[in-house]
């Protein structure tokens, strides 16, 4: 599953340059925004740049992938997303829709035209004799959470705070809980969806086409629910010298076989150097016998691991926080394992890339995230959009670069392609045969092909388009198009 109602461009430069410069703030749209007004319910609003409100609605994590739009609005219903959507297509007017407002990439949730903000769709609802929960589409991770766990229960959602149930979902969803249950599209029991002509639908997997690929803009998603009590787990922070044992400790770690078991290395550069860290997650008070003991007789410099409810666990973790006055890119590489070879390389590389950006922009900061999973991640649901092959599990692998420098955009998204093919390289050599591996879209670069996403799934999703958006309105949108 995925919404598929994507831009493609290929000059990040000239991305931004339409996103900031380019008719941005114009009065072009302001027709189109005083129709909406018009036509909407009183559970909607529009709103324009002289308020705090539309400032809330295009604010993103990272300045780079936010947009001055011409004014934003908040549906508050379904039907009002059916009108609005039946505006924006019949004036052929650019729009966007943002949910948590996380994502990284320029374009694929922020416009020059009419912004949507799903956040009156907050509501969540439990049913407690079907075992699931309603979440609203502007729901974000730690307000689901905030609610769920004190109630025992639990779904297959995100990893860190402030990021919406409504990104994370539609790209497929990686999780603490993926390894027992799989991807968050694996746990889905229904959703509903305004179609691109306005029309409201529920769609559940009897729905083929449209269970396979959502066009429209989803309003609520209905998640199955499990049972959730304390954890084990927080962060450990480790000095660069302790990189060769914790090499070992991931070795031996994948290895082992423990699906409540969770952990990622995280490897950040910041001036002067490069920091470790492992985040550890295990669904039980206590971890299982030896899952996690080489990491911990790892001497650490800090460490916060402990037995607590998910939700200060989930609350402690801030490595990837918003960075509002900061522009971002972000790239995943998918590899099947973090051998001796590829361990060494991702870590190299964070440090040579680390060194040199660093000196062109005082303020840049690389990123990498090791995560492996369970090999049977992928086989807890199926005929789904992400992943096109599930034979093999795929560890995605996130490298994300943060600066401050806009004249340095074109520099940034070199460099981070030249560490992106390094990892594949070294995969490939390895004998991992990755070149042509899915990436997870929720990572992926802007311009990554579509055939890297989807492989050969694209000619269905391509089909399903055609059917059900004949009129092409969601490509009026931003993200990965079809």
Known sequence: MLLTTYLVVTSFFALLANAFAHKCGSTQYLSVCTKITASISTASQVFYPSSSQYIADNKHSFISSSAASACSVEPGSAADVGVILRILGSTRTPFAVKGGGHAVNPGFSSTCGVQISMTRFNNIQIHSTTRTVDLGAGLTWDETYATLIPLGLNVVGGRIPTVGVAGLTLGGGYSFLSNQYGLS??????????????????????????????RGIVTKFTYKTHPQGQVWGGTRNYTVDQLDALKDAMIKYQEKKDRKAALALGMTYSPPGLGVFVIFCYDAPTPGSGIFDDFLAIPTNQSDVSTRSFTNLFG???????????????????????????????????????????ALDKDAIISVLMEPFDSGIFSHGSNSAYPPDRSRALFPTPVTFWYTNAS???????EIRHYSRAITAAADADGQNVSHAAEYSNYAL????????????????????????????????????F
């Open 408 to 414: 340095l955009d074109d520099t940034f998204l070199r």
């Open 185 to 214: 599209v694996d746990n889905m029991a229904g959703f509903e969806l305004v179609l691109p002509n306005g029309t409201i639908t529920h769609v559940t997997s009897e729905n083929e086409d449209l269970w396979f690929a959502l």
């Open 316 to 358: 402690s973790l801030t490595y990837m926080i918003p960075l509002p006055n900061f522009r971002s890119l972000s790239n995943g590489l998918p590899v099947t394992q973090y051998s001796r070879p590829v361990f060494d390389i991702i870590a190299n590389q964070a440090r040579f890339w680390g060194e040199k950006l660093s």
């Open 446 to 481: 802007f311009s990554t092909p579509l055939e890297d996403l989807y492989g050969a799934n694209i000619p269905r999703l391509r089909a399903i388009k055609r059917s059900v958006d004949p009129e092409n309105v969601m490509g009026l949108t931003g993200g990965f198009k």
